[in-house]
């Protein structure tokens, strides 16, 4: 499978082993270096906002072109309605869709290795908003 990685501020990213995602998520920050994207020919993941505050959605894109896109939750997040910071502007979520840089980085470790998703997270179908 060919991937590519990369966050706002570097085209390639070196990917693991030779750099961790939660060595790279390090770097997240909503004023300079605001989303970072793993990609294949299936589809990609990507988390925008800061490391303390950041949203993670999937795309997964079917041979025949079309797609799903998901947002990622906490099973006991709130729906209180948040705006998380970007370079760019906001990204308007919910309390839910908010995760720290570290289970940002596990998300993208599955999604790497093909493993399941934590049980303690979800994912929204938002493919209408696209």
């Known amino acids: 499978m060919n991937w590519k990685f990369s966050c706002e501020t570097t085209e390639e990213v070196p990917l693991p082993p030779e750099y961790s995602f939660p060595r790279a998520f390090n770097y997240l920050n909503s004023e300079s270096n ?3 994207i793993l990609e294949n020919e299936h589809g990609y993941i ?3 906002g800061s490391k303390h505050e950041c949203t993670v959605e999937l795309r997964e894109i079917n041979q ?3 797609f799903k896109h998901y947002v990622f939750f906490s099973r006991t997040g709130s729906d209180d309605p948040v705006n998380i910071k970007m370079s760019n502007g ?3 979520r919910q309390r839910k869709h908010c995760f720290g840089f570290l289970k940002a980085a ?3 470790t599955c999604f790497h290795e093909g493993s399941k ?3 303690e997270i979800g994912r929204e179908d938002i493919t209408f908003q696209f």
């Open 34 to 36: 605001s989303f970072y």
């Open 106 to 108: 596990k998300l993208f």
């Open 46 to 48: 990507q988390c925008a």
């Open 90 to 92: 906001d990204v308007h």
């Open 64 to 66: 025949d072109g079309t």
């Open 117 to 119: 998703w934590p049980s």
